[in-house]
Nanobody, 118 residues
Framework: QVQLVESGGGLVQAGGSLRLSCAAS????????MSWFRQVGGGDRDSVAA???????NYVDSVKGRFTITRDKSWNTLYLQMNDLRPEDTGVYYC????????????WGQGTQVTVSS
């Protein structure tokens, strides 16, 4: 079992920055990838950034050059640095973990709200 707790969301003006954090606990040695997902309203949760155990990162095109995903070596904490925020970045951000032997992204945090005003 892995427990995930996000923090760092809030209200920011367009052009501003926020840093999200995701604290992981439990069987973190089984994690091989983590991702930040965004959900707008009642829509699907879409991945905006992901990072593997080898450090490979992937971003959705809309955030490339503005968002940076990082983690500490032991998977204790995942970060998402968000710069030059836009109103379309608004949503609930969730961190998720993929573990060895499990389905992809089978552990999720409770989410943190990010609101970008124009």
């Amino acid at each position: 079992q892995v427990q995930l707790v996000e923090s760092g969301g809030g209200l920011v003006q367009a052009g501003g920055s926020l840093r999200l954090s995701c604290a992981a606990s439990g069987s973190i040695s089984s994690i091989y990838a983590m991702s930040w997902f965004r959900q707008v309203g009642g829509g699907d949760r879409d991945s905006v950034a992901a990072i593997s155990s080898g450090g490979t990162t992937n971003y959705v095109d809309s955030v490339k050059g503005r968002f940076t995903i990082t983690r500490d070596k032991s998977w204790n904490t995942l970060y998402l640095q968000m710069n030059d925020l836009r109103p379309e970045d608004t949503g609930v951000y969730y961190c998720a973990a993929a573990t060895v032997g499990g389905r992809a992204y089978d552990y999720w945090g409770q989410g943190t709200q990010v609101t970008v005003s124009s």
